[in-house]
């Protein structure tokens, strides 16, 4: 397909996006061109758009931002063998070699020589994307387009819930972004027995409380680790998901785990900080896991599951939807905190 | 405590158990006498009835059968230590040897010296029972006493359930007994996204479909390895519990399993039968789990969490209740099949 | 490369192979050439010599035989990004198609449309041969090439070996064909205490002495499982690698396993047999673990660090070496079983 | 048993220990009273003797110390059912509760209720010693009795080797001390392929090297991270083991260790220490393990195992023995930090 396309594009270092008109990508032989139709404003997208340390260490401008997406399928690379025109996808937009030690023992989240698409190469804040094939991931019969347009973030919270044993185990969720607020439903059908979240901000504690959340707690102004030792027998959690990176939610967090529990780290701290090994992890038998990204593709069929049968309702995750050309009124309220998940159609 | 009880005993080789009055037990330092306030009927105990092949070879009468029971504690030993009298307790009747390699490496509920009351020692189908303390298990605050009473087959149940990844999977339970029955809501709360039960008694599908079910088959009238296809993408499930020890349904439950798939054997097989290892195992890559008794104590935790937190409701399991001397009765609706838990109070 | 080649091949249906002069395979883009330096012979290959059951209902000639091989890449496609001209490899024969349920979530070993050659493809019994790129792998300096021709079936020996814990673990392989003989050195570089091995043929059985079997019997004189029970303090070994398919040492490896012991399963017998499942698996709480290939690509992984370590020597598995041109002699010796690996070179 | 004995203890509040004389120790139905024949020094009883500012807390004077020995049970209490007298015995010194969560889930090494003889209670620094029975470990026929001297020490060691995958794993350990060095022979038993060890005390290092490490690094002196990178082709080590406690040697650890890694501490960090959780353990996907005492008694069967097969030798370890008389110079050699295992006879 040729032809010109609107994308929203960091164009030089420094903050802001711009909306420009640029060709529409060339299909590799191995390749698919998506029509997208549904996209959504992540974390991340925050922090390029604000060009904090972090993106400027990171982008290369110029760039079309953009990793969430759901699309149609509008062209086919002669090589393409599992894909037709027509069909409905999301993708996981993290490109990986299928060569490193990572990505040929079942961990190619984790790929030493990943690239992601919106950050390192072209995103889906465009009209079309050019993917790879073995990228995609068809959307289900009967799943809701705006949830398949989030299948990245939910998949970070499904990834984090389900990276130990779920099933009559408690637990503390630090931190009430959209990822941590997704982790809700997904412990709760994961078998968990209680689920508290932690949160400084009331529109995030309330949509937690929506989504499911059996106690909220306003970290600023109450005693969370007497809360939830309070809530567990005095034992606390067996599960801490730390959602925000922050210093103070990490102390919590060790502060309100059980011996032997686990402690599953998604939120990005934004600096080193201090840790007592001793007493926080060591004497208690403490497993601290490092997450990243979401399985290829335990997660994406977990994602499925957890949907097609019910089991795990998004709809009150996704609080604001405008048009793309309207992406600077999104990503104002994205930066406020006042919202869930932000769509651009 | 002093003077005579009532107890159904097995006082000699044959069918049939009687009532007696026999002396209140006697207990030792480490022991908690119990009085006993609900009973339930295993199918052990029709087994022990009837006096089939397995009991005549097992049991050495005289014996007061029995081992399902909920009560309070009415008399502690000198030695006893956590427990004091009016507690509310259930009990794992598996006494185990704690020095033998299963029981010192966390697999108490294989020990190589067990000792089962209600088998091989005297049992619960009495007014008072005699119980290390080592085995009791404190009833929570808020759990009905009627499944209090029945902790022993809710955790074959539970335990088989969670002998492997159960979130997002989808399950085959081949048997409607009351195990079989009572893994339907444990899977659902485990997180599975589809559960089929096979059984041949209407009686036993419908308490099924009451229980969650997400489909009942009848296997000796319909296809039951095409129906499960079908509702699976033509994939088979994820896993099959077996719970009816029939050769028929477990040559189903291996037609009917994916690839990679669990095969957790709970049911007991009457005698040997014939598998196709090479096409039904080894191609396929299928594990095959022998599971027996519950996990001292993993087991009890699940079973507290998923009760307390109200995942799982086993109200509709418990179809009959009867005084105890209304055995004979009680007995004959266990061994029609018409029944899910039948309950001596 | 253009031009003719000798091939073994399986020009139609009945016993024997011929050795034919086809043209050098024509590489896709994403495919290389091989010139194949060294061939074994696999149990496979005898059974599609002998064109027995199995060969009858699976292969459709005319077809090369042939899936294990050590060479050097002669030619590359364009596609091909990883490897260049000169390079020594091996290769996974297992072509899978890296999109159904088991390629997506590291389980490619048990792909649902698995294309095998030298079974339903061209393989390497030639001069050369085509390859994916993705199948590939690059042998390590300092590895004898006899041993990267035979990863095949070390690595089905891996796989087993690695299937369930190994460490301070005691096992029995029962049967010595060379499979059974290549877990002998992995079980003991994998910190297993004590590997006893069963195998009716003397020259196997002295060969396992020679690659280290703490102990070798003889099921047809010998009480097996009385002499397992000897070793093992009364318990039985922890493990059981059953490596035969013979249901005489499938039944002796069930009598010789402790309680909540691993039997994994990777000989294939010929037809159905039967099993005490009661006794012999679920009252002893046992796993049987159905074992198939190579895990794409831990094993390959695993194999390599075991051999470059030092930890595996292979040497005496390799027990004969042919011109390709005497493979009637090679395949004679193969059936005759007393050999371990067969070279063609 | 009725009389005296020699005992070291820690009598008031400050450093040293003093040799006494007190009551042999009365044993209880359950407990049995052992003949110490042989104690070794841990790390434990040198904080202790310098009375530091964990032992200033944690202990209550006075206090008989000492926990790691072999003796020969001399009494048997009226209750203790699987011990007999002239038995060779080594011990558990964690004294459980049996009834917490931890103990009843297979983890009594992290029990919540936990006395630990030598540092609560009495210890072994003493002619005799009352155990309970549940505590005691048989010494296997063949043994030597020095090792079942430390069994305590080397089950840290294997604990913490076991704690994850180890066959064909590449290990970093930081830190030379007694389990340390313990712990090289138990990786390299356990299917290690290369295990560095890094230590700044020439004596220790010397220590590694006899006992098999495949390179020992002296961080004071040379670039650690990088020799460990250029040992695992540019990736870093599959696993750490943290027996140091030093904050520079945690931070080499996670500098060197790869992607999806293993780091287990157990190195008791004197306070709060820094750490880049961003780029260190969420981005590469670390999991970090606090390992506390050792399984109770899963790691003593794996010592059983490990030492009776002889894969395992810890004759190197032990480097000087005094006369229980000789404590002051024994400790005086133990603090500078020129000896494996010291132990006192």
């Known amino acids: 397909m040729q032809g ?7 164009l030089e270092t420094g903050p802001g996006l711009v909306m420009c008109e640029v ?3 060339r299909i590799q032989a191995g390749e698919v061109l998506v ?10 997208d925050l922090h390029i758009y604000k060009w904090d340390e972090w993106s400027q ?6 760039l079309t931002t953009g990793h969430e997406f759901y699309g149609e399928i509008v062209e086919i690379g002669s090589a393409v063998r599992h894909y037709r025109v027509g069909e409905l996808v999301t993708a996981e937009m993290h490109i990986v070699c299928n060569q490193c030690f990572q990505c040929r023992t079942g961990n190619a989240h984790l790929c030493e020589n990943v690239v992601i698409l919106g950050v390192d190469g072209d995103g889906c804040f465009a009209e079309y994307i050019a993917l790879p094939e073995s990228n995609l991931w068809r959307v289900p019969a009967g799943i809701n387009p705006d949830f398949a347009a989030i299948y990245d973030p939910f998949g970070n919270a499904v990834h984090t819930v389900m990276a130990g044993p779920t099933v009559g185990k408690t637990f503390l969720i630090t931190g009430g972004g959209p990822i941590g607020i997704a982790a809700i439903p997904v412990t709760k059908a994961a078998g968990a027995s209680l689920v508290i979240l932690t949160e400084v901000q009331e529109y995030r504690r309330n949509l937690a409380k929506t989504m499911g959340a059996d106690q909220v707690i306003d970290p600023s102004k109450e005693d969370a680790v007497a809360l939830v030792k309070g809530l ?3 034992q606390g959690v067996d599960v801490v998901l730390e959602m925000s990176g922050h210093p103070v939610a990490i102390d919590q967090g060790l502060q309100s ?14 600096k080193p900080l201090t840790i007592d090994l001793a007493k926080q992890v060591i004497f208690p038998g403490i497993t601290i896991q490092g997450i990243n990204g979401r399985r290829m593709y335990d997660t994406w069929f977990q994602m499925d599951a957890l949907l097609v049968s019910g089991k795990v309702d998004l ?7 405008f048009p793309m050309a309207d992406f600077k009124q999104a990503f104002d309220i994205g930066l406020s905190g006042n919202s869930g998940k932000i769509l651009l159609e």
Chains 1, 2, 3, 4 share one sequence.
């Open 4 to 10: 010109k396309m609107k994308a929203l594009r960091k």
């Open 35 to 44: 029509k997208v139709k549904k996209r959504a404003i992540c974390g991340t």
């Open 57 to 62: 260490n990171r982008l290369r401008p110029p």
């Open 23 to 25: 060709e529409i990508p």
């Open 232 to 234: 567990t027998g005095g």
């Open 315 to 321: 709809a009150p995750l996704i609080t604001h939807r």
């Open 257 to 270: 785990i059980r011996k032997n529990g686990r402690f599953s780290l998604l939120g990005i701290p934004a």
